[in-house]
């Protein structure tokens, strides 16, 4: 293979993703030509509604994953969060690389922590995972809707006069942004994050052997099976962005431990439960999520938080 395109959304945190995945397949196999091709989606063009109000899975990938089976490209570069349940049939995650920091940020003008915020403070998040542990922490603050890029949610932040805004720690550092000064980032423990928020998924064609002999490289084992612990989770839940659901993995050294959250955002209930694990990644994402239903959580799924 002498070619090879990658397929992604046209943000800018979008495309330093592609380039990273750009640069070191190019790097891993001298002679090798990478491209590549934009291509929006229906979560890029619908901007006026928050994602639970447009509905549906898949508003980040669904016109990528598309462009794979047409064969107008060869490789789609995800954020794993943005990626609902599993692989359509014909399609499979080759790599998953090694994960960035997971962690949510607050974003404000002088870093406050999320406890120094002042009384009735203003928070920008469009995420109903991240609107219920707001409300959760600081059940006086209030939740403004924001969305677009990193760039247009500071602007925004500003403009409105917003005391802060809450982004993905990812994507700051990715881009250049994280700042100590005027980010704080919140504990994992605190503020449970999205599910696969940090790590990036490469998707290929399932018969398409010469891509993934090629892209295969950039997978990272430990940070594949955190990630179908979180996803296994997810998926017995049959959680999507109408829902506050989180769960964050990692790998010690006594195996795998794995915390789940479901909350509301109306009231700020959140229910957690943490298990350990040295079986199969799925199968504890499975065990917390029933342990969560056996807390009741079915009912806060069953709301859907509208």
């Known amino acids: 293979m002498k070619k ?6 046209g943000s800018r945190l979008a495309l330093i993703q592609a380039e990273w995945v750009k640069h070191r397949l190019e790097e891993a196999n001298p002679g090798l030509r990478v491209e590549i091709k934009i291509i929006k989606t229906k979560g890029d063009i619908i901007l006026d509604r928050t994602l639970d109000k447009v509905g549906g899975k898949g508003l980040f990938v669904k016109e990528i994953q598309n462009a794979l089976f047409d064969g107008s490209i060869d490789l789609a570069v ?15 995650m080759v790599a998953i690389p090694e994960r960035e920091d997971p962690r949510d940020v607050l974003v404000t003008e002088d870093g406050k922590s999320w406890k120094d915020l002042p009384e009735g403070a203003v928070i920008g998040t469009s995420s109903v995972r991240r609107q219920a542990q707001i409300k959760t922490l600081r059940p006086d603050c209030q939740v403004k809707p924001i969305r677009g890029n990193i760039e247009t949610r500071i602007r925004k932040m500003k403009e409105q006069k917003m005391d802060g805004i809450i982004l993905a720690a990812a994507g700051l550092i990715r881009s250049g942004y994280y700042d100590e000064s005027r980010h704080f980032a919140f504990s994992e423990e605190v503020f449970i994050p999205a599910v696969g928020q940090g790590a990036l998924g490469c998707e ?6 010469a ?24 998926n017995y839940l049959e959680g999507d962005c109408h829902v506050p659901v989180g769960a964050y993995g990692s790998i010690t050294e006594n195996g795998m431990v794995l915390t789940g959250m479901v909350a509301c955002v109306q009231t700020g209930k959140r229910l957690t439960a943490r298990m350990w694990g ?16 056996q807390q009741g959580a079915g009912e806060l799924l069953a709301a859907k938080n509208i």
């Open 78 to 92: 995800h954020s794993m969060k943005d990626v609902p349940g599993k692989s359509p049939e014909g399609l499979r």
């Open 204 to 209: 290929i064609r399932q018969k398409d052997t």
């Open 4 to 9: 090879l395109i990658i397929g992604s959304r």
């Open 211 to 234: 891509t993934a002999k090629i892209v295969g490289i950039l997978d990272d084992p430990a940070t594949r099976r955190i990630i179908e612990a979180e996803r296994g989770f997810l």
């Open 278 to 293: 040295k079986d199969e990644a799925e199968k504890l994402g499975i065990q917390v999520a029933k342990e969560l239903l």
